[in-house]
């Protein structure tokens, strides 16, 4: 994710879309205002290992010890959902691309090169701990990649609305069939890897 426009982009969504309240959340845990109060330093820089940019990701070491149970709660709404495209089209297109499959102008020369969101297993990133892996990945980056955390640069709620995004885009049948968090590990760890 780029962060050049970042905030002037989410500021400019803020204005037009709704924040939900946490009673209007379908995420049992955490609510809205467990996920504002949480500070940056909170997260791990998750770290990029030689060959395993398919699932560098995955890492859950340093996360807070709640992350087992949360869920984004915007994941499902609509108006976040938009908001979130947006900020992505601003900020994350040139290295993800226009539909998040990895192909953006700048991905050619990365390497590792950007992860493709539209693939099926990616729909498992929704279950514990995937939204808190997520969340690491957009405050701190991946270490090793062209990957940059936002940093202080946003807040909580820009944050999740693009992951709400990201992760709509394997598409609705994939969304529908996303599995656990374990057999997402599996779909992505290449045969015979370690851990």
Known sequence: ???????????AVLLVSRQPSAASQQCPAPRVSTWAGIRDTLWPLIVHHDSDDTW??????????????WCNPLQDDRAAITAGRTIYLASCV????????????????????????SRPEFAGMRQAPGAAVLYAI???GIEGTEMRGVGSETGWWERLAVLAYV?????????GASTAWADTLRARRPTGSPR
């Open 1 to 11: 994710m780029r962060t050049l426009g970042f905030v002037a982009v989410a500021a």
């Open 56 to 69: 560098a990701h995955l890492e859950t070491a340093g996360l807070p010890g709640q992350s087992a149970t």
């Open 94 to 117: 040139s290295c993800h691309g226009d539909l998040g499959k990895g192909d953006g102008p700048g991905a050619a020369v990365e390497d590792p090169r950007p992860y493709d969101f």
């Open 138 to 140: 957009v405050v701190r």
């Open 167 to 175: 992760t709509s885009l394997p598409g609705r049948d994939a969304v």
